[in-house]
């Protein structure tokens, strides 16, 4: 059967890397959202705690309800409680301050030029007089850089307006005699971009990097933690001139043997029209068009590994490797190695 295999090494690696910038455990909160970027949520959980990490950052309900005492901090991105939680919630705008249930912990979102969430400077007054009146609990302010991986200086202006939001938010707090939160704005490739002991923010939210990879410019040690592999299904040999697939798009120009593999793209995978090559991981092409559950190469393996890399196949396909992680089907079986 068609697996994913989870390296604990790899992952373990990467967490230190990444510790070794924010300063310590403590400090990072280890993005799980979306099954843990596709590599699943249940078994990257365990792992996460073993290696020490206190803070974790969830999508929604659902899944932080799969955490169940793993961890001590668990922020939930967009959602709101159902009950009284002792979780973290960010509240994406001024009118989300409405909808959670007193003593409910915030974290506010400060929209420093993204404009996909969070308050503008101007709503601030309101929004910390909003969370005074219904008895919420301002645990800390947060903002998200939206070019930090890009080689450009508005990730400098952004950093700037952060850093201006940050003291205005503890200007307002002193006159209202309220204690100072904590602050957090990196990802991934921000955090990557700090220069040694410059990092100073009280949280990094480290995603994409904590699974091995930061896309754009960035140089790191970082290692894949996630490998995909197949099954073969069945094998056959074809003479010349035969083709293979849908729409016989693959025409051999050779006597060939070839096998079938239990992958398609029912499960995530990207789907090739066959127009345009693509290779398993030993460099092995895909022949023609990939089917729902299943795809043809050259061969007879008993398994083959599609990838232990997903950047040259984003690179490839023009997307990022958020993108081909983050839709491998939970139905694959996941194995940590
Ligand atoms: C997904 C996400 C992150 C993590 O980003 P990476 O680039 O994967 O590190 C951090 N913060 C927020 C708000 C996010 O949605």
Not at 108 to 124: A, C, P, S, V
Not at 218 to 227: N, T
Not at 321 to 336: A, F, T
């Amino acid at each position: 059967m068609a697996r994913i295999d989870l390296n604990f090494e790899a992952y373990k690696h990467n967490l230190n890397y990444l510790v070794n910038l924010a300063g310590n455990i403590e400090k990072l909160m280890v993005v799980f959202k979306d099954n843990a970027y596709g590599h699943g949520l249940l078994q990257m959980a365990p792992l996460a705690a073993a290696v020490g990490v206190k803070s974790v950052v969830v999508r929604n309900n659902s899944e932080a309800s799969l955490l169940d005492g793993l961890f001590e901090n668990i922020l939930i991105l967009a959602d709101y409680p159902n009950s009284i939680s002792s979780n973290s919630y960010a509240a994406n705008s001024l009118e989300a301050l409405q909808f959670f249930p007193k003593s409910t912990k915030i974290h506010l979102k400060l929209d420093t030029g993204m404009n996909r969430n969070g308050i503008k400077e101007d709503e601030l007054k309101k929004a910390l007089i909003c969370i005074q009146k219904n008895g919420l609990k301002l645990e800390a302010c947060f903002s998200h850089f939206y070019s930090a991986d890009e080689l450009s200086a508005d990730f400098y202006v952004q950093k700037e307006r952060y850093k201006n939001f940050k003291e205005l938010v503890k200007q307002e707090l002193k006159k209202l005699n309220l204690p100072t939160p904590y602050f957090h704005s990196c990802n991934s490739s921000a955090l990557l971009r700090q220069n040694e002991n410059m990092f100073d923010d009280d949280f990094a939210r480290v995603g994409v990097a904590t699974y091995g990879y930061c896309d754009g410019f960035i140089k790191h040690e970082l290692k894949p933690v996630l490998s995909l592999w197949a099954n073969k299904i069945s094998s056959r040999e074809i003479e010349q001139g035969e083709k293979v697939g849908y729409g016989g798009v693959f025409e051999s120009e050779k006597r060939l043997k070839i096998s079938t593999y239990d992958l398609g793209y029912a499960d995530g995978l990207f789907r090739s029209d066959g127009k345009k090559e693509l290779y398993l991981k030993d460099g092995k092409p895909f022949l023609g068009k990939t089917s729902m559950d299943s795809f043809m190469t050259i061969g007879d393996d008993e398994e083959v590994c599609l990838l232990e890399d997903a950047m040259p196949l984003a690179k490839h396909i023009n997307t990022i490797v958020y993108e081909i992680l983050v839709k491998l089907s939970p139905s694959i079986p996941r194995r940590v190695i």
